[in-house]
């Protein structure tokens, strides 16, 4: 059934198979309500029986897309209309090693650094989590290596804190965001351009970026396969993509079923499993195609379904406490994840044209 949009209501419209694998054998898994939000209506998730696949089915409409997104959402924050992104002082100790290992790890330029923090930087940069936090957070298959900058695409790049952070990397770095609201805000704080509107219809130059990057943005299309090859028509050959998005076979969504955020009903449509997007992508003929689960957020995702559970709900998802069970429970999906299960909250696959 449709539901109306005079009730303030997204539309939906049945599907006619997984979005994909195109079958058509799938069982309901979830029936919930916007616990984040309280978007009217109660959507439903099955699970295809080929692929694994969970998605929305009835789905809303592309049309009704913005009635997902309201005021309150985490990328329409007013206070960061006008701010900008910190810079660290690179004068400082920490600067200097930050670029002392940026130029071990990166090739970036070491510019006055004394011999001392240079080779303190090539000891240290053997870890990667060394090299994670030198670049702000950014890992090791987003790192722009080489003298010469990189074209980088980030779409939805939310309030624009990694579009910031690749800027400081040396991406010459553009996003993309059907939210006019959030392109503004993440421009501001970014400095970098973002432009408005959805990928599939965006005026993009073919063979033009070396890095795609999309983090919890393939859960929110409603067209992904045209998108995939539509990012692999857009990248250069060699270019890289990296996805992020949440793991519908996660600890936490298989323990703490409907409550748990990675679901974010209306705003989330697929979630294909590691051998579902890896299977897509091969057909998309991209190479060396790399996927594993992680388990970031697990603690906050615990956190979030203990309140959906108490009855807490509009903006309660940004909004939580976590005490130690919940980083009790993020420390065993580590270590499950470390045993080579694919049980972290998401999924981070990288791929090359």
């Known amino acids: 059934m449709t539901s109306s949009i005079s009730s303030g209501s997204p539309r939906t419209l049945p599907l006619a ?5 195109s079958s058509s054998d799938a ?3 979830l029936e919930m309500p916007d616990r984040l939000h309280g978007i009217p209506g109660t959507y439903v998730y099955r699970r295809c029986d080929e692929c694994r696949t ?20 985490y990328t329409h924050d007013a206070s960061l209309m ?3 992104a910190k810079i660290a002082d690179e004068d400082g100790m920490r600067g200097q090693i930050r670029r002392a290992v940026l130029h071990s790890s990166d090739g970036a330029p070491a510019g006055n650094l004394p011999f001392r923090l240079l080779f303190i930087g090539r000891v240290i940069s053997i870890w990667s989590t060394i090299r994670t936090r030198a670049r702000f957070g ?17 779409v939805g790049p939310g309030r624009g804190d990694t579009l910031a952070n690749l800027r400081r990397l040396g991406w010459d770095a553009i996003g993309l965001d059907i939210d006019p609201i959030a392109a ?21 130059p073919h063979r033009y970026f070396d890095l795609i990057y999309m983090s919890h943005v393939l859960e929110h299309l409603p067209d992904l396969l045209p998108s995939l090859r539509l990012i692999y028509e857009l990248l250069k050959p060699g270019g890289r993509l990296a996805l992020v998005y949440p793991n519908s076979d996660s600890l936490g969504g298989r323990w703490l079923g409907e409550y748990s955020p990675i679901w974010d009903p209306p705003r989330h449509f697929v979630l294909p499993p590691i051998s579902a997007i890896r299977e897509v992508l091969e057909k998309t003929s991209f190479k060396q195609i790399q996927a594993k689960t992680r388990a970031r957020g697990a603690a906050r995702n615990r956190a979030v379904a203990r309140g959906y559970r108490d009855g807490r ?5 940004f909004n939580v406490k976590v005490d130690a069970s919940d980083r ?4 065993i999906e580590r270590v499950l994840v470390v045993l080579g299960m694919a049980v972290g909250e998401e999924i981070f696959v990288t791929a090359r044209k």
């Not at 950014?138 to 980030?154: H, Y």
């Not at 709900?313 to 998802?317: F, P, R, T």
């Open 54 to 73: 969970v998605f929305q089915d009835p789905a809303v409409i592309s049309d009704d897309l913005p009635l997902c997104y309201p005021s309150n959402y």
């Open 328 to 331: 009790a429970f993020a420390a």
């Open 82 to 84: 006008n701010s900008g």
């Open 27 to 29: 069982r309901p898994v």
């Open 184 to 204: 503004e805000a993440a421009q501001k704080l970014s400095g970098c351009e973002v432009r408005v509107g959805r990928l599939i219809s965006a005026d993009l």
């Open 17 to 21: 198979g997984c979005p994909v694998c």
């Open 138 to 154: 950014i890992p090791d298959v987003l790192a722009n290596c080489g003298c010469q900058p990189g074209r980088c695409l980030e």
């Open 313 to 317: 709900g509009e903006s309660h998802g």
